[in-house]
Structures are given as structure tokens and as C-alpha cells.
């Protein structure tokens, strides 16, 4: 079964808005990962934020991670139609697993 | 630099055909690898996992099978494609942030496999 697991399952917004996704997980983690993939193409690391953390940011990013509700969000502030795709949260446990969830996908029309 | 490179990028075969897959990583050494399949608009399912040459630990059983042979190869195969086989897959190597220290995973540009 899939560690982590996003919501929404889909979301449509205008350039220029913020998008928020959130992605809940089941056990404990080191850090948790948001990974981005442009249809067809393979997944690409965004940004990684550890259990000790619980904001961080990088660029139009922003992450949070509650590890007492064991979720997280990707917030992308002024979104652009390049930031069209599929965003992933991913968690890394023991033995250098990662552990995907079926992602949120991202169209931003213009 | 560290790539890494899958290919085919594209296949589409027979049900009951063979398969190979094949994944190289570039510009570092002992990488620990990973095979990942993507079902149409779902997320991704870890196959196996290498750590070393001829290291390899399944996750779900499958029709499948990989082997390590090199250092930096890793190849997915398959003696009799089923249809479910079906799907974009994923190879992934762990590369250790210079910022944090923490891992993430950096991925080749996926196979995309069609059973017919």
C-alpha cells in the first residue's frame, strides 16, 4: 500500500492563483519528500523537509509537515501555467525505501 | 555530472513476448537503484531495490525480475509479458543532498511499455 497519499486527487486553477495539495502518511518518517512529473516524463525532487522541521520554503514553494497529524502541504504561491503537472509526496524509511502517494495533478490555464 | 539513462523509451509488445529494461547510471559509483512502475494516472510502485551488485530485494511479486550485473547497471525483465504488465516504468538512483545530508531519489526519463 502506498505510505503517503495526496488530496486532492485533482485541481484546476488560473495562472496567477495559489495552489495548495496535501498528502497525509501512515508511520514514522526521517523526512518527508514533494516530487514533481510532467506527463510522460520521469519525477523530479522539489523539496525535502525533515520530522524537526515544520515550514520550509524554496522559491514559490512552501511546505509544512505536522508530524502529530502525520501530513504535510505543498503550497505554489503565483502559480504559472508551467507548473502544470503531477506533484508527489513521498516519505523515506528504513532500509533507503521511498514510498510514493498517487499524486495530486496540477493544471494551471492561463 | 551524475545522470542516469533508461531505455527504451518507448515499447510495445506482444503478451507472452520477453522484456528488458534497461537503466545506467552515470558519474558515481555504488548507487543504490530502483525500479518503480506507474499505472495510467496512478502513483508509483516499487519493485525492487538494489544496493550492490547482484543485490537485489523484491517488493511485490510479480512477472517481473531485475538483475544488477554491473556496478551502475540495472536491468528489468521479463521471460512472458502479461497484459497487466502494461505501464510507465521508472528507474531511480539515491543521491545524497550536499545541503542536508538527507536522500532523494533522482530519476531517468521513464519506459513506457505497452502489452498487447
Known amino acids: 500500500s502506498q505510505q503517503g497519499e495526496e488530496d486532492p486527487q485533482a485541481l484546476s486553477i488560473q495562472e496567477g492563483e495559489n495552489a495548495t495539495m496535501n498528502c497525509s502518511y501512515k508511520?514514522?518518517?526521517?523526512?518527508l519528500q514533494w516530487y514533481r512529473q510532467n506527463s510522460g516524463r520521469g519525477l523530479v525532487h522539489l523539496i525535502l523537509i525533515r520530522s524537526n522541521e515544520r515550514e520550509k520554503h524554496s522559491g514559490r514553494l512552501r511546505v509544512t509537515l505536522d508530524t502529530s497529524k502525520k501530513s504535510s502541504s505543498l503550497l505554489i504561491t503565483a502559480s504559472r501555467a508551467a507548473d502544470t503537472a503531477s506533484y508527489f509526496c513521498a516519505t523515506s524509511g528504513g532500509w533507503g525505501k521511498f514510498q510514493f502517494g498517487a499524486g495530486t495533478q496540477v493544471v494551471v490555464t492561463p | 555530472s551524475q545522470t542516469i539513462h533508461q531505455w527504451p523509451a518507448t515499447l510495445v509488445q506482444p503478451v507472452g513476448s520477453p522484456l528488458s529494461l534497461e537503466c545506467t547510471v552515470e558519474?558515481?559509483?555504488?548507487?543504490?537503484l530502483y525500479w518503480y512502475r506507474q499505472a495510467a494516472g496512478r502513483g508509483l510502485q516499487l519493485l525492487f531495490y538494489?544496493?550492490?551488485?547482484?543485490?537485489i530485494s523484491s517488493e511485490v511479486p510479480q512477472n517481473l525480475s531485475a538483475s544488477r550485473p554491473q556496478d551502475r547497471q540495472f536491468i528489468l525483465s521479463s521471460k512472458k509479458l502479461l497484459l497487466s504488465d502494461s505501464g510507465f516504468y521508472l528507474c531511480a538512483w539515491r543521491k545524497q543532498l550536499l545541503s542536508s545530508g538527507a536522500n532523494v531519489l533522482t530519476f531517468g526519463a521513464g519506459s513506457r511499455l505497452t502489452v498487447l
Open positions: 538494489s544496493v550492490g551488485i547482484g543485490q
Open positions: 558519474g558515481t559509483s555504488n548507487p543504490n
Open positions: 508511520t514514522s518518517i526521517n523526512n
